[in-house]
Nanobody, 122 residues
Framework: QVQLVESGGGLVQAGGSLRLSCAASGSIFSIHTMGWYRQALEERELVAIISSGGTTTYADSVKGRVAISRDNAKNTVYLQMNSLKPEDTAVYYC?????????????????WGQGTQVTVSS
C-alpha cells in the first residue's frame, strides 16, 4: 500500500501565498507523475502535474501564479501558490502514479491523498 499525506492548507487573504506539500510512503518502487487537483463543488479539476523528469503542466486558471516541484529523494511534491484568489478556494488533493514493484507485467497505480482545505478570503 501507498499513502499520500498532504499538509500546508489553511485560510489566507486574497493576494496571499500558501505552500502545499505531499509526501508519499509505503510500498514504492518508483513514482511517475505527481500532481495536485482541487475540488470546489462536484468536479475535481487539475491544478498542476509534474513528471518524474520534471516536466510540468498547469491549468490555465493558475498559470503564472502557481509552481509545482518535487523532491524525488523524499517522494514529495510541492505546490507553491501565490497571488491567491477567492476562486482558488477548494479542497486540494495530491495524486501520484506509483509502481509498487519492478515485476512483469509492470503496473502502475493511482493514489490520492485525503485532501487539504484551502480557503481564500476576499
Amino acid at each position: 500500500q501507498v499513502q499520500l499525506v498532504e499538509s500546508g492548507g489553511g485560510l489566507v487573504q486574497a493576494g496571499g501565498s500558501l505552500r502545499l506539500s505531499c509526501a508519499a510512503s509505503g510500498s514504492i518502487f518508483s513514482i511517475h507523475t505527481m500532481g495536485w487537483y482541487r475540488q470546489a463543488l462536484e468536479e475535481r479539476e487539475l491544478v498542476a502535474i509534474i513528471s518524474s523528469g520534471g516536466t510540468t503542466t498547469y491549468a490555465d486558471s493558475v498559470k503564472g501564479r502557481v509552481a509545482i516541484s518535487r523532491d524525488n529523494a523524499k517522494n514529495t511534491v510541492y505546490l507553491q501558490m501565490n497571488s491567491l484568489k477567492p476562486e482558488d478556494t477548494a479542497v486540494y488533493y495530491c495524486n501520484a502514479i506509483v509502481a509498487t514493484s519492478a515485476g512483469t507485467p509492470y503496473r502502475t497505480y493511482s493514489y490520492w491523498g485525503q485532501g487539504t482545505q484551502v480557503t481564500v478570503s476576499s
